[in-house]
């Protein structure tokens, strides 16, 4: 399903221009018109879906398997020294586009690019109760 009004759905589908680096049948992997660094990059389903809380394994599978053939073909292009592989879901966790998307960022030194997050100090108690959680709900 493509959804009317949506962005990544207009550019995956060829109804908007995009910088377009590789496209199958099911998705579309484009150069993010506002990179944090040379060479990021966007794998978009071409079927509408809203997060990873409504993507099949399927598709998922097949995503990640075509991000690990781009970021080593990113890394040969760019000559980066890392990269960050950032997807978020939700606009609480910073999704500003409601059609899920995978940054591949290559990361140099220097760069300037700062995914940072505050750690928080968790019992072990604390840490098994919610792998406890966690396990009850697979």
């Known amino acids: 399903m493509i959804k009317p009004n949506c962005l990544f ?6 109804q ?14 484009i150069l993010d018109r506002y990179p944090a660094a040379k060479g990021h990059v966007l794998i978009i389903p071409k079927e509408h879906v809203e997060n990873i809380f409504e ?3 399927d598709t998922g ?16 292009a760019t000559k980066c020294e890392g990269m960050n592989i950032v997807q978020n879901n939700g606009e609480i966790a910073g999704q500003t ?13 220097d760069d300037g690019v700062t995914i940072p997050w505050e750690t928080l100090q968790l019992t072990d108690e604390e840490l098994n109760q919610i792998a406890s959680d966690i396990e009850k709900e697979i």
């Not at 599978?61 to 040969?76: D, E, M, Q, R």
């Not at 586009?97 to 030194?109: A, E, Q, S, T």
């Open 16 to 29: 908007m221009d995009s910088a377009t680096i590789f496209e199958n049948s099911e998705f579309k992997v």
């Open 9 to 14: 759905c207009s550019i995956a589908n060829g």
């Open 55 to 57: 993507l099949d394994g």
């Open 97 to 109: 586009v409601g059609h899920f998307h995978l940054h591949l960022i290559p990361r140099f030194k």
């Open 61 to 76: 599978g097949k995503l990640f398997a075509l991000a690990t053939h781009i970021a080593k073909a990113l890394k040969k």
